[in-house]
């Protein structure tokens, strides 16, 4: 098979998943020798459907609708403009308490003025048959009252992580889905990122053999940025009453639920440590944690997260046979994924792996098939308990049980 | 400034161009001290449209319609997609040879039956107002044609390269978009790509200063695939009626036209040779090519094209101080780029680097604004004299001025 | 100045250090017009001496002569053969308990049989005048006994890493050297590569300015291996009678001592937990360890030890304004060094950085000049200290101050 | 097989060819479970001899003597230092024309001033049974006439590449050599570098299998540095007499030399152009060629060497599955290779490649075997036809038959 055909199959075993091209449609797939090629007549004529690297979108009708309740930097720069990327989503509203600000984006986006909600009059969306999915993108503190709003309102919910500042909070959500009978997810984007997926591959192997790197035994991450208060996007993140927890909240949680994807199992016990503050008086949260968690298997996990160091993003997992280092894991746009097995080391490059529509297909599937989504409330609620375990560890020197 | 803080600076930098976000929409920019900045309350308040890597689309009212003629795997995986990733383009309809193809097509962009052309009746176009360019991406033995046919139905041409077989069909082309006074755009994309343009600075500084790697002398540039019969969209290019030209014409170019871009000038003359044949005797094209270039600065240019070997798209310039390699150089999703200058190496890394993208929204944007686009007929027209010539140094070995 | 005479300066300037080339035989090294320069006539005449990456050699006499204690991998196939990269060091004698190793060893290094000794009959090496310095290299729980009978042999005492099983035994070395008269120094590789003085450049800055990576807050280091009894070189490290400690006294030293070096400052505080064990009975030493390190400006180290996965040797420091990589970090003959400051990354490549001949140097030069050599007697009780700390830190669950 | 095991089995399996341990004092190398591991008592044993990198040198009496004809920089930085890294090597005379220079080398590398020689009484060398083989570091211009004076004093010679200025000196050195019945070996350092090793392999596979990239079609080497006037190694190679040819003679010879051994066949036609000139009126050679040649299995090389940009030192071979980058290919001190091979890519690191070493005791092996060496003189003549051929090409601008 040469290498051009390999490298196609890659990118579409990786991003078509189950998406049916119905046959007829299809160009003929079957091996055939080149001597029995029928080369195209010297004139203009209809061919049949190229091979696709992605499924071609569903008719706008067919699309889930989506409302994005708060219109900050994420919202606009990485979710508004991939729902556009997705194979079954669309925009349906947009919610935010400045109407200005979001009247231009819904102009910017082709929605009429009757989709555009403020915060107060929100509930009408109960009566908006455009939107079916209700995309939470506001500080951490609001998420239990947001998602709670929406069920009430009818909707299913696509909520960012952290799911919420408590256990509690999270529980709360999650009671609130099932009484209304709607979809919870957390936005857990790396989770369906090819480049973390092949890493889970790397690492768990799969129909009972070992990964290429063997047993994995310790996983290493690290994340870190500068928390800049002159950057809105940054502001109340530094403020305890707004976003529930501080630099393990943010960033940290992609290390929590890294080495839990990595090695497919829950932590049981952590110990920690706050790292110094600087001495800006308004950053009431904790701006740094280093952490360890023990898994059942014996792996442990050693990470450190920092509002205090220029950004890194990365997580390496070691095995008995090899290593797996994900630098950045978790950038938005850049990953880089190196697999060192034996004496043979590999750089993994994805062309358009695009984590943001996969994670926005997967609500839109979900609630069209009827199923849970990959990462339901019950995985919001394991960070959540986990970094709670793991600010008390901090906070007491002692090493907690979960 | 802090690194996060440059690193978004360098993004929006590079993609916003002149994207001329409203003021009173904007977060304040001045530089501030963090002891001012007053943290927002603990309540949810309407904040201020963020800083965005990529300005708010036009509403779509104010984009660019365009036809696309051909549903092929390049339609329909790289430019139908980003369509929706530009800032002032939409999908308006599409051209097929098969009519099912073109239905599926246009009901999941969502467009109606009406936006669906054949080629048969695809003049009726003429009366379709929502199409303001006509994308052509049909086999090259048809580009002359379907230009003339697009330019007679009073729409805007964007051609995909080569621009046509022959410097006559080329000029023709520019004939007939000046007869209709309309924009003529041929298709190249790396031209818009953040990669090659960072390269570009590179070898070429400004401001009458040198560029990093100092004067620029020799470009090294190699592409390469396995022209794969058994895959539909690599059919038509084996055969001469309907290709025009073999490897030259279809990923030569690249090195053509990096060359020149790279460099800023003219080549003066060229020497060539072709690579030996395949034994398969349905391809009628040149199946690979060497050949080299000179400038009138004395650098020269030193490539190969062939169908004969695995996938490289690589694209070296050597300078007096330093180098810029680009490799991959040209692959739609995956660039490289790293630039040594004196004893440093640093390698660049661009988020979200849609060529495609960038090279609709220049049409778009030429259209708009009454004004030539970047990569006009005139920039194909010089490709095709100079590849025209490569071929008969080939044929004669001689050495051929141009 | 053209690339290639700055290239040669760095290897200079990271290599040479205070080589003292005489200048007459130098050639000149004025600034000079090209147009000023003289070629040579065209016939053989006497050049100057030319740019010299490494000074010459000492003349043999005038070199220290070295013995060497145990004649296992390490002796054999790094220490041996790098004598001979050193400037002014040379082997003289050999020390072994497989007298026809040791004849064989001194054969192929051209000494004689005067200079081969048993572990019985060391003791008259007092009387053998080539022996300037005794470099002990054996398994651990012997380092006290033999540096004693070293310093009462009156020779000088380079001996490997970990200096010994306890801060006693450390001090009693270190008192023993002092009452002799003899220089002690323990054999940090790596404090003498270019790679890591590189790394630490860029964490420490200097005169008064921080580093490229702004103050340093987090160092993160982990070194593994797979501890293979059935590997000659690995069975002495299984069993705590000889090895004293387990992968931590092996490889994890290289983060505690790396931690030191690339910070400059001494840990105050740790906390630690074993890894898990494997199931071979006959490992009596811990297989791994993770532990933290707080460091009285606020920075902290995260690291792990273990010999239960495949080979890593990692050392991250993360600072407020970049990061520096070194992975490998510690291997005999691979390193790399990325440093990210601000937007910008570099890889550092330093040719024939050889970090045996640069430790050996260093000793040779102490005992010449009659100074303390770099990483004495005190260093090595520090890190003997802190591993101590460690080790009780991970057997209480208990933080333990330093 | 551990990772560990593997790694060493590698570097091993590069390094020691045939590099005979006697087998009673090697460690047992049977695959052992390592439950019947018998680790050692605690207490000093002698153990049998580890493991070996590289074999134990020969002892000094049995190693061939080199004397150095020539102390320029090459001489000085790489090879007089390595022939202390050979197996069967030593430094036995020193010949210059500068004798306070080639007094202070002797001293420094322990030579009696009897092995002290300069150019004019070279020839009662003859009488010097310390010296073996002769090794020309001059000039290329002088090669010629120090082969014929080496081996009229009974010598073998080693011979620095080029070989000579024209064809028909380097048949007269291969008569001289034949008539003394002495070996003459080329100085072709990268055929017996590691990592040119392993691309060979790479490209040519074995055994009747094609390598990992399939059948190589494209050789694509570039070598260029700045000629330095002011640099005293570079004045000689500005003067065509004593450099007897340029940028080609010089660096370019990697390209032609390595596209011969990289594909394993001989150049049946080449064409060239000169590069432009500076307008430095001292540089009497050309500075700068790009050329091509043509193979019998159709592979095609087209390469370029320039005096007048920065350092490269490239090659890459693209064959029909996949492609072998050297990059840098030709550095003393650094090179890297990567092997891209399908949809799978690897960096190969060895560690140790020191091919300065294996050159000399490859030609220390021929002596003491009584065989020709790998890079005979009828290897040096081959290149020296074929850049004859290209310059020939570039003159007269017709393709030149060889």
């Not at 459907?49 to 900050?72: C, S, T």
């Amino acid at each position: 098979m040469p290498a051009t055909r390999r490298r196609f199959c890659q990118a579409a075993g990786g991003l078509l998943a189950a998406a049916a091209i119905p046959s007829a449609l299809s160009a003929p797939r079957r091996p055939m020798s080149e001597d029995a090629v029928d080369l195209p007549p010297a004139k203009l004529t209809g061919r049949p459907l190229p091979d696709l690297l992605q499924p071609l979108p569903l008719p706008p009708g067919e699309r889930i609708g989506f409302a994005l309740v708060g219109l900050g930097a994420y919202a606009l720069n990485q979710i508004a403009p991939n729902l556009a990327n997705t194979r079954g989503c669309k925009l349906a509203a947009v919610v935010s308490g400045n109407a200005e600000k979001a009247g231009r984006v819904a102009a910017a986006y082709g929605l009429g003025k009757e989709h555009v909600y403020s915060y107060d009059d929100f509930d009408r969306i109960a009566d908006d048959p455009a939107v079916d999915v209700v995309y939470i993108i506001l500080p951490n503190a609001f998420h239990r009252e947001w998602t709670e709003r929406a069920f009430a309102a009818g909707k299913h919910v696509l909520c960012e992580k952290p799911m919420a500042g408590t256990p509690a909070d999270c529980e709360a959500m999650i009671a609130a889905g099932e009484r209304a009978g709607k979809k919870l997810m957390i936005g857990y984007r790396a989770q369906f990122d090819p480049y973390n997926l092949e890493a889970i591959k790397a690492v768990r192997g799969g129909d009972g053999t070992d990964g290429e790197i063997g047993v994995p035994r310790i996983v290493v991450s690290d994340h870190g940025r500068i928390l800049d208060l002159a950057v809105t996007r940054d502001q109340w993140r530094a403020k305890k009453e707004l976003a529930c927890g501080g630099s393990l909240y943010d960033i940290g949680i992609y290390s929590v639920n890294g080495a839990r994807y990595l090695l497919g199992e829950e932590p049981t016990e952590t110990t920690a440590r706050y790292l110094p503050r600087s001495d800006r008086p308004q950053v009431t949260v904790e701006e740094g944690v280093e952490w360890q968690m023990t898994f059942p298997s014996g792996a442990v996990a050693s990470c450190t997260s920092s509002y205090r160091v220029a950004g890194n993003k990365r997580i390496h997992v070691q095995g008995a046979e090899g290593e797996v280092t994900l630098d950045p894991a978790t950038d938005y746009y850049i990953r880089n994924l190196k697999i060192q097995s034996g004496d043979k080391t590999r750089d993994v490059e994805i062309p358009q792996a695009n984590q943001f529509a996969a994670m926005l297909d997967e609500m839109a599937t979900a609630v069209r098939e009827n199923r849970d989504p990959k990462t339901p409330g019950a995985e919001g609620l394991r960070d959540v308990r986990i970094m709670t375990a793991i600010y008390k560890a901090a906070e007491t020197g002692e090493a907690v049980k979960m």
